[in-house]
């Protein structure tokens, strides 16, 4: 599958905002990803941005930072087509590095890196576009809940898994089933491969979004890991299929936002249970009593 690059470089006065250039960036990658843009890349005063070409729409990306909400911010941007390239080469060489979670009770590593036998668990990622290697925080943050709960015999279903890393790690810390569904086709194979690479089981793999729930039996834990927007948009999908006592975890946005997604989780019968923010990502987590 062909992608397209954006590259934005961005200009704002410093002098009269108090974010940080990692926050605006950050804040810039969150936008960006309600319109389909799925991996980027940082730096200072510039965000380059990954898409599949056929679901790229310049109206949608020229209003959405012609919009964008920060006084005295203006900035430019070139697309560029990628030729096909190895990107577990290119992740290997530029960006994936081990990363140790739940105080050092999970590494997550690719097949290219070093086995660590002695700890407790260890999660191999073939990285490909696909989101979800464990260093963003958003993935970081639900991981180390998992690592936390006892999940045994658990029926879990992994929304917008990308390479099925929090799925994969449900089920090695004791859940019975798996089901996990991403609108990505490349995620679809990432997650096949990821599976097999842990010797793990996944019950069903489904290339699609929410709509796919439908008549399926409840879950006792979803994981949500995408954007707000979607999170709102697509909850009563998710509350369709739980029963009372199962657990709805949601990441992806920031902390300013966890009021709008505990407000609609409340309409919808949902109680807060906690919620959890690291360098302003967030994750919710919220009961069907």
């Known amino acids: 599958m062909p992608y397209l690059q954006l590259t934005l470089h961005y200009h704002y006065p410093t002098s009269e ?9 950050d804040w810039l990658i969150s936008e960006l990803g309600t319109i389909g843009f799925e991996s980027f890349e940082q730096g200072e005063g510039m965000v380059k941005a990954f898409i599949p070409e ?3 729409r310049e109206e949608a990306t020229r209003e959405l930072l012609t919009a964008f909400p ?6 430019d941007f070139a697309t560029e087509l990628l030729p096909e390239v190895n990107w577990n080469e290119e992740w290997e060489k530029n960006y994936f ?6 105080e050092g009770q999970c590494l997550i590593r ?19 576009m696909a989101f979800g290697t464990g260093n963003h925080e958003t993935t970081s943050l639900i991981c180390s809940w998992l690592l936390g709960h006892d999940l045994g015999g658990l029926r879990v279903l992994d929304m917008g898994c990308g390479t099925g890393i929090l799925g994969i790690i449900a089920l090695r810390c004791g859940a019975s089933s798996l089901t996990a569904i991403d609108i990505d086709p490349w995620a679809y194979e990432n997650v096949h491969e990821n599976a097999a690479l842990n010797a793990v089981s996944v019950d069903e793999i489904i290339c699609g979004d929410a709509s796919a729930l439908e008549g399926k039996a409840p879950y006792d834990l979803i994981l949500a890991n995408i954007t707000r ?3 709102l948009e697509d909850m009563p999908r998710y509350v369709a299929v739980m029963h009372s006592g199962s657990r709805l975890l949601l990441s992806g946005f920031y902390e300013e936002d966890i009021p709008l997604l505990v ?10 249970v906690s919620s959890t923010s ?12």
């Open 54 to 56: 056929q679901d790229y």
């Open 278 to 289: 690291r360098h302003r990502w967030s994750l919710v987590e919220l009961l069907k009593p």
């Open 110 to 128: 690719a097949p290219f890196h070093e086995p660590r036998p002695e700890l407790p668990m260890e999660i191999i990622i073939s990285p490909k």
């Open 70 to 75: 920060l006084e005295g911010f203006t900035c």
């Open 229 to 231: 927007n979607i999170l």
């Open 263 to 272: 407000d609609r989780g409340a309409e919808l019968g949902l109680e807060l």
């Open 97 to 102: 590095q081990p990363i140790l979670l739940g």
């Open 17 to 25: 905002t108090s974010i940080s250039d990692e926050d605006l960036s």
